[in-house]
């Protein structure tokens, strides 16, 4: 048996004569391309399976671009679902706020019509208020008129003066605390009356004026002139404030209201 020294020696001689004896022994360049083929494969082999490497890489790549186009198109497929389902998601949401609108609009319309139907309340208590104040004070009115309030006494009586002329007289600033009833008048030097002439009168006193007024549930001509010298007296007293005088009767007729207008007076019939 070779020993490694002995075999590296003749691996060394077998490469440096081995292509002298390939050109000289045609049959041994047969008998070593025989041995390398059964390790390796021959040249035509080799090219075929290069061709069949590249035929199994255009097929791979064939099959990954149509891999590819198919998921592009998956993917592309699924990207406008989903952007569909979005859109109708919109558009629920938008159908939800148009909902949302709408009910506000109602409540809007329910708390518009509440308001109405308070303000109409509210208007028709102020209404039945007046109306409630205009029957009071057309009820004192007819009561003054007719002569029973000077029944009373006391504030009360001023009160229920004001609300009756306050209706009569058309004038609603006045209050009870303006009117003084049966005030006495004297006419000391006999400048209208004789003198030491005393007499009571009814006034209503304001900033602007000084209001003299009788009321009568009937009324002669000889009454409604002794009233024009009332207020004549009381002009003549009070030089630094208007004086006006309103002669109150329901039932006054012609003549007398005629004879107050040639006096000056105010009648209210």
């Not at 001023?158 to 009117?179: K, S, T």
């Amino acid at each position: 048996m070779l020993s490694q020294a002995d075999l590296i020696q003749v691996r060394n001689y077998v490469i440096r004569i081995l292509p002298e004896i390939l050109r000289q022994e045609p049959e041994v360049s047969m008998t070593i391309e025989g041995i390398l083929a059964q390790q390796f494969p021959r040249r035509d082999e080799f090219a075929r399976l290069l061709d069949e490497i590249a035929l199994l890489r255009e097929d791979t790549n064939r099959r990954f671009n149509e891999s590819r186009e198919d998921t592009n198109q998956r993917f592309n497929e699924l990207r406008e679902d989903m952007n569909r389902r979005f859109e109708q998601v919109d558009q629920r949401f938008e159908q939800v706020d148009q909902r949302f609108e709408q009910v506000d609009q109602r409540f809007n319309d329910m708390h518009r019509t509440q308001l109405g139907i308070k303000r109409d309340i509210l208007q028709l208590q102020e209404g039945q208020t007046r109306l409630l104040k205009q029957m009071e004070g057309q009820e004192k009115w007819l009561r003054l008129t007719l002569g029973e309030l000077r029944n009373d006494k006391g504030e009360i009586l001023e009160d229920m003066f004001a609300e009756a002329l306050r209706y009569g007289l058309n004038n609603p600033d006045i209050v009870a605390d303006q009117i003084q009833l049966r005030q006495p008048l004297f006419d000391p030097d006999g400048q209208v009356f004789r003198k030491h002439f005393a007499t009571e009168i009814d006034v209503i006193t304001d900033n602007h004026q000084r209001t003299v007024f009788e009321v009568k549930a009937s009324a002669s001509v000889d009454e409604v002139y002794l009233f024009s010298l009332k207020v004549k007296l009381v002009t003549l007293q009070n030089p630094d404030k208007p004086v006006h005088g309103v002669f109150i009767c329901l039932g006054a007729s012609e003549v007398v209201q005629q004879q107050g207008a040639e006096y000056g007076l105010e009648v209210i019939v």
